[in-house]
């Protein structure tokens, strides 16, 4: 008897403790995801993790970027945003250490690329400066910008307006020194987009950027969120979108990359690893063939990298014949 109230005991403890982990797993956590927007928006963005374990952005040679300057643009909602531009290659061999005004030479003649981040870390991150090295070898410029609250630009409450509007900004400062210059923009992960939906508002206001760089894109905000990996255990229970997605839409972080560039004109090229296990390759896809129905297909092209090149969801930039692409869409979109 004393044997099997033991084993009683312990198959109630043990139902007791998978009952008390499932009301925290399935109901506690969302419940608390659906009410507190600060953590929307801390789990979404990220901006204060995966920081570079040097910060000194105002000497961009410390992370070996030569011909680099580090400057900030002030808003007119008041923020000021850390920025860097790295010259393209050929003005760096032309003037060495001599060079004129970085602002001057926007106007040069080489084209321009802004740079928007994902969530999380900085401009000078290890990979994106590793990206920043292969487009300054084929002669770009490159702004790369942190937007608010993140690096060492102004801490300010985060949502989609604000750093749409950061990236607006930046793309009008740049505009109005490169004096016709084309101007591209990549975005990668969140970056993708914020890029579409700033490029999309630009076009409003009848500026038009030569061309988008989408590298690990999603269609929509919510369709990543139902992807992520710690979200598909949650999707299949009914009040899944109630908790996890409405809260987050009604929290002002939408994000609707298919909306924003189904009536765009600007030229758009996709990039995404087959291996991502962050965005799923299939977003890209599912933005690809959307906005294809809704506007000229020749102005889209989706380049998707098979798994066996592990590039994951960071790593494209290590594609051998990344610089070839890139030149490649920036003459497609020069013609």
């Known amino acids: 008897m004393c044997i099997n109230c033991n084993k009683r005991k312990a198959c109630y403890t043990t139902v007791g403790f998978f009952s008390i982990a499932f009301v925290i797993i399935f109901l506690l956590v969302p419940a608390i995801w659906r009410y507190s927007p600060s953590i929307q928006k801390s789990m979404i963005f990220l901006n204060h993790d995966f920081m570079p374990d040097v910060q000194n952005y105002s000497y961009p040679e410390v992370y070996g970027m030569d011909g680099t300057r580090n400057f ?35 106007s040069h003649g080489e084209p321009i690329i802004i740079y928007m981040h994902g969530n999380s870390g900085a401009r000078a991150n290890n990979l994106r400066m590793k990206l920043y090295r292969k487009l300054r ?79 690990a894109p999603f269609n929509k905000i919510s369709e990543a969120i139902r992807e992520y990996s710690t979200t ?27 909306q924003n560039l189904k009536n765009a004109k600007v030229p758009v090229l996709i990039l ?9 390759y299939q977003l890209s896809e599912n933005l690809y063939n959307y906005i294809t129905t809704t506007r000229n297909s020749e102005l889209t092209e989706l380049v998707i990298y098979d798994a066996q090149y592990k590039f994951g969801h960071q790593y494209i930039c290590r594609d051998k014949e990344l610089e070839k692409k890139i030149e490649k869409f920036i003459q497609k979109c020069l013609k």
């Open 72 to 106: 900030y643009i002030d808003t007119k909602d008041n923020i000021t945003l850390g920025v860097w531009h790295i010259l393209p290659r050929n003005l760096i061999v032309k003037y060495g250490k001599n060079e004129p005004s970085y602002e001057e030479l926007l």
């Open 137 to 215: 070898d084929i002669n770009c410029h490159v702004i790369a910008v942190d937007y608010r609250s993140y690096a060492d630009s102004t801490d300010a409450e985060l949502d989609e307006t604000g750093l749409v509007s950061d990236v607006m900004e930046t793309y009008k400062w740049v505009h109005k020194r490169a004096k016709g210059i084309p101007i591209f923009g990549w975005g990668h992960s969140l970056g993708t987009g914020i890029g579409a939906h700033a490029f999309s508002l630009l076009e409003k206001e009848n500026i038009y950027p030569s061309g988008l760089i989408l590298e």
């Open 232 to 258: 598909k255990v949650l999707r299949y229970f009914p009040w899944f979108d109630f908790f996890i997605i409405d809260p987050v839409i009604a929290n002002g972080i939408v994000f609707d990359t298919e």
């Open 272 to 280: 995404h690893a087959q291996d991502d296990i962050i965005i799923p």
